[in-house]
């Protein structure tokens, strides 16, 4: 957290107790700026500036990228048009300029050799690397279909990617922000609402007067607009609800924390509900007008009392009421948050529903200050032909599991990917972009035999992440900062356009990713679906369709347009269909019971740490984008490393001191391959232990990353998955402590 | 004209934002630092207080880094900006040992450095980068002498702390609580 540089100690008594005015010698007002600033007269830097967006995280935020007479990139201040983060960029995104810096880029092309008995890598040049995947993924469409091609992305570069794959007649495109992340809340919220959450999230946090967080962690998760709004309401003076067993930042400034027990959020939502319900303090008028299922509600929860809960969460009953009261008093203007990571226990589609529920109950979906109706701006698609329909998709790597999966699982793709499970569907090829699987996903033994089996592995990325270890081909591809990418069109309050154009050549041999989609293209025939030498082409023409220009955005970087499609908010006693089958919201689910689950959601048991293990809870630090900052230099010398945090208690039971490093060991004996610094802190409850997720590298080109902390995934080796859409929940692992290093035996 | 800035230590959510956005705009070498964030914890779990405050050289009214400077270097500018003018800096380090907030760090080309206030962008008008790019808007930099800037009157009206008031130095950076 604390960023100072090596400490210098000093005895703040040397400067005396008496003040002496100082001398007005010391006064020299008005000095010149290049006398203070150190900088010779004709070097005062003078900046030229290019729109961007970021793409430290997937929110996206427009900035400027501020370019000296040298052509170095300075800086990158946020667009203060763009609603999104209203000139004010996150650490992460002022901290992209150590992304372009960054000295461990990949730099060439790089194919996998063998070289006397040993893999190694050599360097390419782009025509031969392109050449060796398009032969491959040639034979591959001629020997299995193209379908046996499957992509895994995140962020802007994954379009190019999943429009090559489509082209060449695959539709197996994943992106581990599904299965691994998001997917559980946005099908517990359609199931519902008939409507997703969706990113940004449509929660009007900037005008609630109540904001309940489940173990979400906003300020921590540094989600720019969110953590604005959530710092304007607490300036109208709006009342935060935590319910997490860590006193995160967010905790630190609720009104109500209240530090479950974790893996029962279930129980303290039912009885909330009961709450609501018994105590007459639902939002009538709305569950009335806009629900079904409420008496079957009513019944399910009619024994699910605090008092119930309080023997599973150890909440106090009266507070669990205090809190239904704040929620119940804010209503409508009150948001049960949905969330973001929510793969924790396996039945967090049955979680989110609940946190759903609740939110009908308090009538907050389509309300100010609760859910706003998200718009957004069509690009029209730049002409192409139609795809060709492959034979299977990802539906079909699900072999009938996971009914309401509405995007691809990635931990299917990854079964599907190992021959010897004896599937119908397999995947023989992959194109990894902007997502390091192996720190991203658990289940590592399954992940290393799917990418043992695997005829080909194309992994595109800035940086030497641990995935493209596993490469036959790695494409380097250049930052955000030197490139064009498409629009972001991501709807919000008021729809936006916002505009990516490079601030730099790209450096080395680096290439933007459309460019490295469209060499392939070609090079399978596929140039129908590439009928463009620049992607300028591309944007100057959609921009040209609704009546801008490339010329135009490359002037103010974002275009913020008027909503068409309807009022934010539904209007008081308007006659609203939700898009649902029935047009009501679902607070008893029909499409669940169909696919033969739980109707409304019911609290389990989950598995407890057993003696002397901790339940291992991780998340994020505003300053770090999982594994795609752990290299940055900017963004390392804030924070680089993760630590464990320990209760002091938990400290005291087994010896442990402040910073002592200690190796991990989980439930089923996997044991951390680098040592962790111990936090001891009395922010964590004794039963838990918490990191933050991104650390603990093993890829020694990461030279800033290598050997720091633990990575979480690494100690996730029981997961819990979700029934209803496959998400892996990773919240069941229990950990313990090694003092010793446990490789000195196996050394000596 | 008295330039200080109030932060909000109920919205600080101890990002670094500020940290890093000194860091790109003043080119301060990575590594070092201006200003850093720091986090106080307090009572025992569940009864846990934490505060987080974005700290850096206070512009101190009775400095005693100007009056240890044997150089000048260390000066007060228009408004009680602290600044070093590096060419007259001799890097002794004087001022380092002297300032109660640990705020100064001696740069690897030889001059002493600290937090200017952003005082070319101040001059032109605008905001020091650390307020300008903070995502909670904690950081409320401006004029105390003026009866009506936003930093005037939310001290007026929100309960502050100096920190280390007992240095006696008149710290001017106030954290709201």
Redesign the interface.
Known sequence: ?????D??K???L?????????SA???????P?E????LPKDEFPSFKRYPTYCEVCFWKCAGWTHVDMDGRI?????NIEDPQ?N?????RG??G?GMYNDKDRLKKPLIRVSRNGEQTYREASWDEALDLVAGKMKTLAKKYGPESMALFNHGSSGHYFTHLLNAFGSGNIAAPSYAQCRGPREVGFETTFGDSVGSPEVTDIRDTRCLVLIGSHI??N?H?GQ??E??DA??KGAVIITVDPR?S??A??SKF?L?IKPATDIALLLSWIHVLIYDNLYNKAYVEKYTEGFSQLKDHVKDMTPEWAYGITTIAPDVIRATAREMADAAPSVIVHPGRHVTWYGDDVQRSRAIAILNALLGSWGQRGGFFFREGFKLPDYPCPSYPTPSWSWKETLNGRYPLAKMAVTNAFVESSIPETGKEHIIRGWIVSGTNLTIAMPLKESLMRAVQSLELLVVVDTMPMEITGFADVVFPECTYLERYDDLRDSPHREPTIALRMPAAEPSYETKPAWWIARQLGLKLGLDAWFNYKDYKEVLDWQLRQVGSSLEEMEKVGVKRLKRTKGPLYIGEGEDYSFRTPSGKIQLWSKELADAGFDAIPSYTPHPEPPDGYYRLIYGRA??HTFSRTANN???V???PENSVWV??KVAKLWGLIKDQKVWLKNQDGVISTFPIKVRI??????DSVYMVHGFGHHHKPLTNAYGRGVNDTEMITRVMTDPVMGGTGMRGNFITFIKEDPRKEAIS | MRYAMAIDT??C?????C???C???N?VP????RD????T?D????N???E?RSERCNHCE???C??C?PT?A?????GGIV?????KCIGCGAC?????Y?AR?SHPEG?VDKC?FC??RV?KGEQPACA???????ICFGDLEDPNSEVTNVLKNRKYKVL?P?????PQIFYLV
């Open positions: 957290m604390s960023s100072r540089r400490f210098i000093i005895s703040a040397g400067v005396g107790s008496t003040t002496v005015l100082a010698a010391r006064f020299g007002f008005g000095s700026l006398d203070i600033l150190g300075r800086k990158i201040t946020g983060c000139g004010r960029l996150c650490p002022t901290g300029v300020g921590e540094m720019n953590v604005q959530m710092s607490i300036d006193l930042t967010a630190s400034k924390w530090p505003p300053m230099p900017n963004l010398a804030l924070m209760n002091p802190t009395e922010r964590i409850r004794w | 109920r919205k959510v101890g990002c670094s934002d940290v890093v956005a860091q790109t705009e080119d990575i590594g070092f630092c850093w964030v720091s986090e914890v009572g025992s779990y569940p846990t207080v934490i987080l009775y400095a005693p100007v009056r400077c000048h260390s000066h007060y500018e228009e600044v070093v003018t590096h060419h380092i040992q002297s300032c109660p640990e760090y001059w200017t005082i070319h001059r300008a790019v903070c995502p909670t808007k904690c280390a007992e240095a006696g130095t008149r």
